[in-house]
T-cell receptor
């Protein structure tokens, strides 16, 4: 069965420090995409970063980077220089390329940034 | 401005009511989705439309009926819902169903069934 596991229900980080949010996934598919989304209290899901299963380099988008370890089936999100506005729920998701656009989400990690 | 707009933002309905959720995207995307987000549970995919054709129905009860009249609009028609259907309903769109660039989500409709 395909599954995303986020083992950290809640995380705290000091402003300006880096934080790593964990994500592991389970799939037998060879071709898939991995995603991170941010959900503030307002409700919308904001796309942050994408990693393809065949991409050899880790994806980066500004202060976000994805630490992709394919053999371990992990796709951790690293946020550098945390800001107060980073406080939100963060969801890891996977989309097998042969499953019609389906995004499989983890249960999320609530990140709180302390001033 | 995410490019995906959902209305209404909040909806309270009785179990015998009929209502519809609306989603609109102006991103030129070909695929649109409905997701359900319940408390303490991961987001669940409900329906996928590609070029106005339904390509996935993820075992959703028939009291939820999607409609995609064109590539920019997606509706979710609701009738005889149950209290356990109370949740945040999120619409999303992506360039294609093979997701290499991420889906864009609307702000959701917070549905309460009484």
């Amino acid at each position: 069965a395909q599954k995303i596991t986020q083992t950290q229900p809640g995380m705290f980080v000091q402003e300006k420090e880096a934080v790593t949010l964990d994500c592991t996934y389970d799939t037998s598919d060879q071709s898939y995409g991995l995603f991170w989304y941010k959900q503030p209290s307002s409700g919308e899901m904001i796309f942050l970063i994408y990693q393809g299963s065949y991409d050899e380099q880790n994806a980066t988008e500004g202060r976000y980077s994805l630490n992709f370890q394919k053999a371990r089936k992990s796709a951790n999100l690293v946020i550098s220089a945390s800001q107060l506005g980073d406080s939100a729920m963060y969801f890891c998701a996977m989309s097998p390329y042969n499953q019609g656009g389906k995004l499989i989400f983890g249960q999320g990690t609530e990140l709180s940034v302390k001033p | 401005e995410t490019g995906v707009t959902q209305t209404p933002r909040h909806l309270v309905m009785g179990m015998t009511n009929k209502k519809s959720l609306k989603c609109e995207q102006h991103l030129g995307h070909n695929a649109m989705y409905w997701y359900k987000q319940s408390a303490k549970k991961p987001l669940e995919l409900m329906f996928v439309y590609s070029l106005e054709e339904r390509v996935e129905n993820n075992s959703v009860p028939s009291r939820f009926s999607p409609e995609c009249p064109n590539s920019s609009h997606l509706f979710l028609h609701l009738h005889t819902l149950q209290p356990e259907d109370s949740a945040l309903y999120l619409c999303a769109s992506s360039q294609d169903v093979v997701q290499r660039t991420g889906a864009f989500f609307g702000q959701g409709t917070r549905l309460t069934v009484v």
